[in-house]
């Protein structure tokens, strides 16, 4: 690994907020890539390593539940995030089942998604 403190894979449609976690996680000192469909994603991670996943729940070509499901299977050690604007637990037990290691309802609070990553990556 480089003198990053690791490498992550951002898989967010829309790009105003995948560039916010960009800005916010290199200041911390990660690698981010990003992605906007889940082709993308399930491309990317296969042609690179990846120390932690970072899905939305909305893509325009898929669902994230899926591709959680399909990260899972292609790289089981590699902890997935899932965040979601959904507030009624609905997605959030179906992204656990589907192997997220966990799973964040509050998107505009990024502070607070800055801590999960970093927890997530130190554990």
Known sequence: MSSQKGRILCAEANSDVGDLIVLLLEQKGYEVR?????????????????????????????DSIELCRQLRASNPLTPVLLFSLDRTGHHKLRALEAGASRYVSQ??????????IERLLLS
């Open 34 to 62: 990003t992605v906007q469909t889940v082709a993308d994603c399930l491309k990317l991670a296969a042609a690179e390593s990846f120390d932690l996943f970072i899905l939305n729940d909305t893509y325009i070509d898929g």
């Open 107 to 116: 998107t505009s609070d990024f502070v607070s998604l800055v801590q999960t």
